[in-house]
């Protein structure tokens, strides 16, 4: 004996018997729908975890040479310090004055060069005091150096402080004391170098050569070239030039070592100081 079937609620007419819905609405059901996700193929996740997918750059060959080419790769590098200009073959010539040693400098020549010394040194990053008994001669420097900021400092003679030197932050100092310069109270430690300027050499001019790491001569007179010859041994083929040398050459020299440099002063130089000059 068959049974009517049960008739369907109404909104399921149509619909196979005995199907049960994905979904079936709860008395705390919110509304939201939920997202039945599929179980991906094992082809899918190959792609997804497959090294390298995605965008791929260009495909170039590797930068390789031979143990034989690595001769021939190189970097130019010139010394570190002071440019004062081109030697007699043109090629720059460079004074190292912060050093982890003590260095010592003379410079025989005018106040054009040694104010150009200070700028450059300046430029490089070192702190530069300038012991004078001109100050006048020095202040317009110090106030044009350092776009604003003090790096050229001017002393009276005698009254230098102690500058502190480190690799960080060295120290140039300069002694335009005349022709007798008294004994500094601040001498060269390692990162601080000491540049006497003498204007001529003296009587008292050997004692500042002898001790000197390093002589810079502008031009001078055939008597004192015999100071100097007698002093630091120097050639005479090599001294016989000084006495005719251009306001903007100086012979740059060790007892060994030689070397004529001229020094070509920029347009801000050339503003600030004037043209090259010899006597002041």
Request: a positive charge; charged letters at 15%.
């Amino acid at each position: 004996m068959s049974h009517p079937a049960p008739p369907m609620p109404p909104g399921q007419q149509g619909r196979t018997p005995g199907r049960t819905p994905a979904h079936v609405a709860s008395p705390t059901d919110t509304g939201m729908i939920p997202i039945i996700r599929q179980p991906e193929t094992a082809q899918q996740q190959r792609r997804i975890f497959s090294p390298g997918f995605g965008l791929r750059g260009p495909r170039r060959g590797r930068h390789v040479v031979t143990a034989d080419e690595l001769a021939a790769i190189s970097m130019p590098i010139g010394d570190d310090g002071v440019l004062i200009g081109n030697d007699a073959e043109g090629q720059p010539a460079v004074l190292g004055l912060s050093r982890p040693t003590p260095f010592d400098v003379v410079l025989v020549g005018g106040l054009w060069l040694a104010q150009v010394l200070a700028l450059r040194a300046a430029a490089t990053g070192a702190r530069v005091g300038v012991e004078t008994g001109r100050p006048q001669a020095w202040q317009q420097l110090a106030q044009a150096a350092g776009g604003g900021q003090q790096c050229v400092t001017v002393y009276p003679v005698g009254r230098v402080p102690a500058q502190g030197p480190s690799v960080s932050s060295p120290v140039v100092l300069i002694r335009d004391c005349g022709i007798r310069p008294p004994r500094g109270r601040v001498t060269s430690v390692p990162w601080q170098a000491v540049v006497t300027v003498l204007p001529f050499v003296s009587e008292h001019a050997p004692r500042w050569l002898s001790q000197a790491h390093l002589v810079g001569i502008q031009r001078i007179s055939p008597q004192e070239t015999e100071i100097v010859r007698d002093t630091l041994g120097i050639p005479g083929e090599q001294l016989q030039h000084l006495p005719t040398l251009h306001d903007a050459v100086a012979m740059w020299c060790t007892r060994k070592h030689q070397k004529f440099v001229m020094t070509e002063s920029t347009d801000a130089e050339t503003g600030l100081l004037g043209v090259a000059r010899r006597m002041d």
